[in-house]
């Protein structure tokens, strides 16, 4: 029999065991489970119930092992012990492992056994691994004791056979220590490592040695160190933990620091109590480099705190914990001719440059090329100097320190002292944004539209340096006017000349007059333009009769200078602020008052004369007189110019832009008058315009009229050509339309012959793709409901097994929970309850009922008899 077949559920009475296959039967009557083993044929009682079975023997093959729960009580010779009812007897709550050495044959499940694991391969541990076990119960192990919660490995290359008393806990492998490598190892209790030395709980050591180390049950591998590999150029700035001796035999205390460089070793690897601070590169400094070190260290390692220590190259050094530089890498000093370093004294300190002597804290000195120089500790470098070259105009402003005195270094390269500075000369805005701007092309813009009017390149250029002498190019035909307000003098400067301004002197800022009508403080300038040029104004006049009128006039003016090296002429242009608003009200005055005596009439016709006359005024002609009624009567003329004295100025004309009025009345006469000439004008124009218009029209129509002619005679021929093309077609209409009408009918009754056939073409294919359709429609559905089945009937059957499963892991894992020890007690409590009690009460025998329950009392009287009295 298969050992499928012999595994199906029987329901007969007959059981037919196979070899190495056994059921259990359970006795109703005694509720006693006994082991029937195969090959026999089992006969089952009315009284009788198989609870397992057939079920196939367990084998346990070479190497490997099984885990049995409950396991029967076997006596020295290997036989199952049963009790009074016959029943197996159990260790319950205990395991029993076994090998295949133990069951060479196949063995049964007694009733009550649990397979608690079943046959799995014994673990095997290669080398350089090791298994870490722990003991859940104390035993003897080989003559050695083992407590419960011991620790230890089980080393390979072996196998490992598994005991009851022992669970695995994991699988450790052996690290690999290459070289330059250690391992940090930490103690998890007290120990005693691989090289005998005694670990106590949380110590941390090192292990170096290449190869494979396998750590101990109660050693845990913190991490793999690597080695630092020290150069000429890098060394390792180390910190103590704690107090130990180093890998060196220096001892060290905690929290000292430390270098190491590669004089003491070429490789480091860390201590357990060494903490890397960082790594520290080489200081390497050239022929021409120095440095100055804070906090040096002395020779027995500590750091001197406030000290300096200047170190000049060609040298390379480490820096030492504490140290640092100053200001870092410094360049040697190479001082050429033209160039000098300022020093200050912070330290008192004996001079050697030239026997200079002690030098004190705050001195200044100044050290000049060309040189080399390196600072000492006690010296502070201030500034580096250089020479400045100057052109013969050029200039600098010189500051005294000490006294405040300032000066124009002007034409010469002149270095600063040490006791000097340069000294930025401040100007009013107005004149320093004057100073960018050229006098010539920027005359007439206004300061208010300067920043956003594009000026000219000057105006662009960068910003002025304050320390440098202010210069200023005074334009051909223009003068300057500077002011020294510590001397209290000014100088007039014509150009075209350069101004350089002293430390003291300021520029004299010229307001004028600008826009039209003329308005003050409109146009700032540093330079006064002496002319020729002109103004432009607009003033109102009244006439005589009370006519008011606007003139637009424009001036021509120059400064008449005769003698430029007299202070007192150059004095003059200055001495009237804003010459163009003096000129224009003084000529304005004297227009108003010629116009105010004129009519109207006579001054539009006159206006010209009587302008240029009332501000020029009249003079004679020499030897010219007109004789009237026998009197001489002198001729006079226009003067050619009109000069103030006060600053020179000359007008030397006037010309007269426009001319209106300002009274709305008089304007619309005015216009009246231009407009009636204007009409009279444009209707002479108007009328040879029209006449001109009709010639042209007469002749159009002409044209018109013969080329309408033409386009009649065209369209007759070609109506013409329309009525033969229509007949034509009439024709050919008729004829061709019963043509087409045969045509159409015969078409008609060949395409309903050829659609029926094609119809019921199309119907027999219809009804084929229906039938197959359908066809295959049922065996899909056939299909699907033998899947649907067989895939519930599966379905059903895994959750019986699951659910089988189940219980029996719930069973398991209660009985675990319980244990033992707690279902014998459960189990025996009852009994044993009562036989104290009867041995507390003195009774032989008892028998207490509550009187529901039948009793057997056969053979109670003989058991009267023969054993003595009863109580019941």
Known sequence: ??????????????????????????????????????????????????????????????????VVENPVVKNEAGVVQFDQNGQARLSHADLDIRLEKDYKEPFPLYPGEILRQPVTPLKHVVANSALRLKAVLDFDDNGEQRKAGDEWLFEGPGTYTPRKEVSVEEQIRATVIGTNQAIRLSAKKEIIDRMGQRRVTGENWLVKKSGAYLPLAYETVVNVENAYVLTDKRALHLRALKT???????????????????????????????????????????????????????????NQLGKKKLVVGEKSFFLQPGERLEKGIQDVYILGEDEGVILKCIESFDDDEKDQGPRMPGDRWMIRGPREYIPPTQVEVLLRRKAIPLDENEGIYVRDIKSGRVRAVVGQTYMLTQDEELWDKELPPQVEQLLLRDPLADRNVKVKDSDSKTTSSASQSSKRDKSKVVTYRVPHNAAVQVYDYKAKHSRIVFGPELVMLGPDEHFTLINLSGSTPKKPNQIKSLALLLGPDFFTDVIVIETADHARLSLQLSYNWFFDINDRTDEK???????????????????????????????????????????????????????????????????????????????????????????????????DALQKSVQLAIEITTMSQEASAK?????????????????????????????????ELQALSAAVESTGQAKAEAQSRAESTRI?????????????????????????????????????????????????????????????????????????????????TQVKLLQALGLQSTLITDGRSPINLMGFGQSLLGGGAGAL
């Open 569 to 667: 002429e150059g004095a003059k242009l200055f001495s009237v602020p804003d010459f163009v608003g003096d000129a224009a009200k003084a000529i304005a005055s004297r227009i108003r008052g010629a116009v105010a005596g004129v009519q109207f009439d006579d001054f539009h016709k006159n206006s010209a004369n009587i302008i240029r006359a009332s501000v020029f005024g009249l003079e004679v002609i020499p030897e010219t007189t007109a004789s009237t009624d026998k009197q001489s009567v002198p001729q006079t003329r226009v003067r050619d110019r009109f000069v103030f004295p006060q600053n020179n100025l000359v007008i030397t004309s006037i010309d007269i832009q426009s001319a209106e009025p300002v009274d709305q009345r008089t304007r």
């Open 244 to 302: 130990f001796t180093d890998d060196f035999g220096q001892q060290r205390k905690n929290g000292d620091e430390w270098l190491l460089t590669t004089e003491q070793t070429e490789t480091h690897i860390l201590n357990v109590y060494e903490e890397l601070v960082a790594n520290v590169d080489v200081t390497t400094l050239n022929s021409r480099q120095y440095c100055v070190i804070l906090n040096p260290v002395s020779a027995d390692g500590k």
């Open 1 to 66: 029999m298969s050992s499928s077949k012999s595994s199906a559920p029987q329901t007969g009475p007959v059981y037919r065991i196979p070899p190495y296959y056994y059921i259990h039967v359970l006795d109703q009557n005694t509720n006693v489970s006994r082991l029937e083993l195969g090959p026999k044929t089992f006969i089952k009682q009315d009284n009788e119930t198989v609870t397992i079975g057939p079920e196939k023997m367990i084998t346990v093959p070479p190497r490997h092992y099984c």
């Open 752 to 832: 309903e012959g050829e659609a029926a056939v094609e119809q019921a073409r199309l119907k027999a294919e219809a009804t084929k793709i229906e039938a197959e359709a359908e066809l295959e429609r049922l065996k899909l559905a056939r299909e699907a409901e033998i899947k649907f089945l067989r895939e519930s009937n599966e379905l059903e059957i895994n959750k019986k097994q699951n659910i089988s499963k189940i219980e029996i892991e719930k069973f398991q894992l209660q009985v675990e929970a319980i244990g033992a020890d707690t279902i014998q007690a459960i189990a025996t409590s009852g009994p044993e």
């Open 691 to 723: 006449h001109e218009a009709s010639r042209r029209e007469q002749e159009a129509k002409g044209l018109l009229e013969r080329q309408r002619i033409k386009d009649e005679a065209g369209a007759e021929e070609v109506r013409k050509a329309l009525l």
